[in-house]
């Protein structure tokens, strides 16, 4: 299961407390349990791997990146979470609206951390 979501400052009814591990640091974080985007949305995901950055790349379906344009043109400066098998995945900084329809998960990710959540995105992908 692959979900977008997005992340507030407060909890509330319709938040619930999600821990995102990685290395060095753990972080909790807010996350609306209504969800932006699902399995549905995306066509595929790649990991990357770039001047020792490493990446994942998503490209959403046409009608799911019409969907992330919307939420992320409302939303710039907050967080979206990364949900895969109920569990948080990442937590992202939503810097500029989302106007293509792929877009990058950048974070301290290993190759092999950047692999496994690309991998794990492709099989949630519902065709």
Do not use: C, W
Not at 73 to 96: C, F, M, P, T, Y
């Amino acid at each position: 299961m692959f979900q977008i979501r997005l992340v507030v400052a407060n909890a509330a009814a319709d938040t619930e407390e999600m821990v995102l591990t990685n290395k060095t640091l753990v972080e909790k974080f807010q996350v609306q349990r209504t969800v932006v985007l699902d399995g549905t949305a995306v066509e595929e995901a790649d990991a990357f791997s770039e001047n020792g950055n490493n990446y994942i790349s998503v490209k959403f379906t046409g009608a799911g990146a019409k969907k992330l344009e919307q939420v992320t043109s409302q939303h710039v400066g907050e967080k979206l979470a990364i949900v895969i098998d109920r569990k948080l995945a990442s937590a992202l900084n939503i810097e500029s609206p989302i106007s293509t329809p792929s877009a990058q998960i950048n974070g301290n990710f290993s190759q092999s951390e950047a692999d496994d959540l690309a991998r794990k995105i492709n099989q949630a992908v519902v065709k």
